[in-house]
């Protein structure tokens, strides 16, 4: 079973609607990994039924016994991170600025703070539009570890690969190079880095390599929206040659792409489109490599 992770240096890339399209082309043959789980979009595309969901706990949030609490004041005048207040007379722990780090239940004279799990999402395993299944969660607001929660969903999604015996593995990976791209391309077997014709896009696209070299993935790059300029353009070119990144493909600026997410349909749903041809030969050359 081997594993491709989709990635950007930066957001706007369109990584997501060209993971949704390749996992349109896929078909059943895949199960797909929603791992941008701080902003994810996949289901507009793909339209999960969202049959499966789980709570996702990680670290922990302090909570104070109001009938136990004797207001003495110890706790918010030792806590480093102002998450403790004062609300109506009553001491009350803010849980968004909560780090989780117990001290003020282990220095509370009348053990009224206990630290309990925290909830910070919930985690699906959902039927799509093409028959696959797909992995995916939501982050609630505020909530932080992220990057675990991407290794839920990619150890949920393995774990069915497995089982249902499938070969390949699409994960959408979050765009930039912290803790959830980390996390995504953990156990990779090929990475797609999308990038566009920008002097932003080309700096965070050498970014982004450089974190993929680190963990010694082969990777492809894809320029979208290359036409928009030739000579940014060719300056990716050459970088990915010279540090033997596989050129995957150019794939020309198309107002399809906004009438497809307005339908909530992949660009490979568009039999008239100049662009399918392209990601159908870039999907079938990303399954041979």
């Known amino acids: 079973m081997k594993e491709i992770v989709v990635i950007s240096g930066k957001g706007g890339t369109g990584k997501t609607s ?5 996992a349109y082309l896929g078909a059943g043959e895949i199960i797909v990994a929603d791992c941008d789980v701080d902003a994810a979009d996949m289901h507009v595309f793909l339209q999960p039924d969202f049959a499966n969901e789980k709570d996702f706990y990680s670290g922990q949030v302090a909570v104070i016994d109001p009938g136990i609490c004797t207001d003495c004041g110890k706790c ?8 403790i207040r004062v609300i109506n007379g009553r001491h009350t722990v803010n ?3 909560c780090e989780g780090c117990g001290y003020c239940s282990r220095i509370c004279p009348v ?3 206990t630290d309990k799990d925290n909830h910070v999402g919930w985690w699906y395993c959902s039927a799509i539009k093409t028959g696959a299944k797909m992995l995916h969660a939501k982050m609630k607001v505020g909530a932080e570890n992220s990057g675990k929660l991407v290794a839920r969903v990619k150890k949920e999604a393995k774990r069915i690969a497995e089982k249902e015996k499938k070969k390949l ?3 959408d990976g979050s765009p930039g190079i912290g803790c959830p791209v980390v996390s995504s391309l953990s156990g990779a077997s090929y990475v797609i880095l999308v990038t566009e014709p920008t002097v932003s896009g080309l700096h965070d696209l050498q970014r982004v390599s450089e974190l993929v070299g680190k963990f010694r993935i082969r990777s492809g790059c894809i320029v979208n929206k290359a036409d928009l300029n030739r000579h940014k353009r060719d300056e990716i070119h050459a970088y990915l040659k010279q540090n033997n990144i596989d050129h995957l493909a150019d794939i ?9 997410m307005v339908s909530g349909k992949t660009m490979t749903e568009f039999t008239g489109s100049r662009v399918r041809k392209i990601l159908e030969s870039t999907w079938n050359k990303i399954v041979n490599k």
């Open 252 to 260: 020309p600026y198309d107002e399809t792409f906004t009438r497809a």
């Open 95 to 97: 849980a968004l600025d």
């Open 169 to 171: 593995v699409l994960v």
């Open 111 to 113: 053990n009224a703070i």
């Open 76 to 83: 918010a005048r030792t806590c480093r991170f102002d998450a």
């Open 18 to 22: 060209l993971t949704a399209s390749f």
